[in-house]
């Protein structure tokens, strides 16, 4: 929008909010729990209805409710693909038992290399099973582990489970592995539980570090924030040249 040029769009933002009601409403103890954090907006509250004077009003007044207690304002649709995904993540066993055997959303903090860094992965399973697990939302077939793997290199996630793993450990946590619960979006909701071999552990882990150590050099010469002051733009003879043969 004019006032922020940067701001998310509606769609992004929509994509955002499923995603991390999925991850609310998967780890809370009873789905209905999740209604804590979030508004299901009305189903009146869409198509033509929206482009009316009434309808952005009465939009306007949802989300400002939801906003003074809290929540996030969901479209009914959407709560209904998280309901999906957690149900078909506990149908899983595999999945369902890391949920079973686990703390949701724990921080830890420790200094690496005279940084100070934070860690917080979706389900700590540490203390029983030795091991760290994330969740992330797929779309179409993205849950099959060479998608998903592409993905995973080209974004650089590695980094997250690096550094998830370098912190807990450092606390001494007993930490020998890192899984992913994939779950697609679209019925019937496909689950895929999928782990790190020990060569993406250590590198993630190494990856990590020299980004922290990158990090580090920055901070250290001075957070540089520009490129010092006001420089003339000098014309080059070629250029010149061109713009008199113009």
Known sequence: NEDNPKATTPTVQRRLDLGSCIHTVTEVIKEEDALEFYGIIPPHLHGNYLRTNAGKAEMKEFREECQRSGKIAIREEDWDIAIGCRRSIYRND????????????????CTLNGIDVKARPDIDCSAKLRTLVDIKSRQGGGAEIGRWMKDFYNYKTFIQAGLQLKVFRTLKMQVDQYY???????????????????????YSIVKTMNTIMKWKSWIGNGCPDGYGEPQEMRMTPWQQKLMEED
Do not use: M, Q
């Open 94 to 109: 595999d999945a369902a038992r890391f949920l079973e055997n686990s703390r949701k959303e724990v921080s830890a903090f």
């Open 180 to 202: 992913y619960i994939l779950v697609e979006i679209e019925e019937p909701h496909i689950v895929n539980v999928v782990y790190l071999s020990e060569d993406w552990i250590h």
